[in-house]
């Protein structure tokens, strides 16, 4: 079992920029595919970006590319999600997950461990 808190979510206005980190504790994630998911009140959580294990490939949802990367420090055990252009509707708690391999899937149930989730509140 692997323990995710994510950090670094807050109220930004438009067009403005967050960084999130998930910080990863009780087994090494150096070896899984990691990945970012979002869900907003009423709408049910939402593929946002994934990453390999090697940092070598990444996937992105259709909505956020181009302004958000994924990224992994593997030897901090340590996920990040750059968020710049920020709009209303990336308003939602961004959770961090574990994948089941090593590849950059977009599924929920590709997902295994799940952090508590941080608040991003992006104003108009």
């Known amino acids: 079992q692997v323990q995710l808190v994510e950090s670094g979510g807050g109220l930004v206005q438009a067009g403005g920029s967050l960084r999130l980190s998930c910080a990863a504790s009780?087994?090494?994630?150096?070896?899984?595919?990691m990945g970012w998911f979002r869900q907003a009140p009423g709408k049910e959580r939402e593929f946002v970006a994934a990453?390999?294990?090697?940092?070598?490939?990444?996937t992105y949802a259709d909505s956020v590319k181009g302004r958000f990367t994924i990224s992994r420090d593997n030897a901090k055990n340590t996920i990040y999600l750059q968020m710049s252009s920020l709009k209303p509707e990336d308003t939602a708690v961004y959770y961090c997950?574990?994948?089941?391999?090593?590849?950059?899937?977009?599924?929920?149930?590709?997902?295994?461990?799940w952090g508590q989730g941080t608040q991003v509140t992006v104003s108009s």
């Open positions: 997950a574990v994948g089941r391999g090593v590849y950059a899937v977009t599924g929920i149930h590709d997902y295994t461990d």
């Open positions: 009780g087994r090494t994630i150096r070896t899984y595919t």
């Open positions: 990453i390999t294990w090697s940092g070598g490939s990444t």
